[in-house]
Every structure is written in C-alpha cells, then in structure tokens.
C-alpha cells in the first residue's frame, strides 16, 4: 500500500521534505572523496596488473584500501546512521592501515621498497591516505544529526 493512501485511509497527512539541496561544504567533502576513490581505485588495479613482479599480498592490500574509499565515499554521501557507524568504521580501519603500514615502514626498508597506497604513511599518494581519514571523520563528527539536535536541545533548555 502507498503512503498516500495510507495516509488518506488515516486521516494523516503524507510527511514531505520541502527543504532544497544543499549546496555548501558538504559536496565539495564528497566531491573529494568520489574523486580520491576513483583515482585510488584506478592506480591501485593498474598497479595490481602491472607490477606482476611484486608480492601479491600488498597489491592486494592496496585495491582493498582503494575500495574502502569508495565505501567512504558512498558513506558519507549517503548520511544515514547505519552508513555512518559503516562509514567510521572505514575511516577507522584506512587511517590505521596507514599508520600502522607506515610505522612498520620505518623500521623495515623493503616495505616503503614494493608500492602500496599505505607504504610510508602513504608518501606515494601525496600523503592522501593519511590526510582523507582524519577530514572524514571530522566531517561525520560534525555533521551528525543526532549531536547537531543535541546541542539545538541544549540551547532551548537555556
């Protein structure tokens, strides 16, 4: 059954969303994501395919963290709450494999050596994997609604 005639047979009326698109920061952080994603996944199967030479492990590795920014991407684009614990949950596990990756990387030479997104803390790309976790988080952290609601509670307690 159709809400409308749900609505009719209840005597409610249909709720409607009458605010226009938002066109402020929001898109340009999804822009950027979509774009990084796209050219992390890209580069990550190019260099799955190329470099047949390299272990296969961090060729793998890379075009798993590739499609976790696309899981980013899709995240925060998204906004709903089961796509933001998913969507933290991504941002989490990225920032920690470029940490950890890179870390590692300091003491042993031959990991910085094979080409992976998260080698050197991610120096290959331009230090993009370590920088777009921490702006995504931060942008979630912001733009939640339940939080946003929360503090608008608080000031009409006031």
Do not use: C
């Amino acid at each position: 059954m159709r809400n409308s005639a749900r609505a009719a047979e209840t005597g409610l009326r249909p709720a409607t969303d009458n605010r226009g698109a938002s066109y402020g920061g929001g898109r340009v952080v999804m822009a950027v994501f979509w774009v990084f994603a796209i050219y992390f996944t890209y580069t990550s199967f190019v260099d799955f395919v190329s470099f047949s030479s390299q272990p296969i492990g961090p060729r793998v590795l890379s075009l798993i963290a590739a499609l976790g920014y696309v899981l980013i991407a899709t995240a925060i684009t998204h906004n709903g709450r089961r796509m933001r614990i998913i969507g933290w949950t991504a941002l989490l596990v990225e920032l920690a494999g470029a940490l950890s990756t890179g870390i590692i990387g300091l003491g042993v030479a031959d990991i910085g050596a094979i080409r992976n997104m998260w080698a050197n803390f991610g120096a290959g790309y331009y230090y993009a994997p370590l920088i777009l976790p921490v702006i995504g988080m931060v942008w979630i952290w912001f733009t939640n609604p339940r939080r946003i609601v929360e503090i608008a509670e608080l000031f009409d307690r006031k």
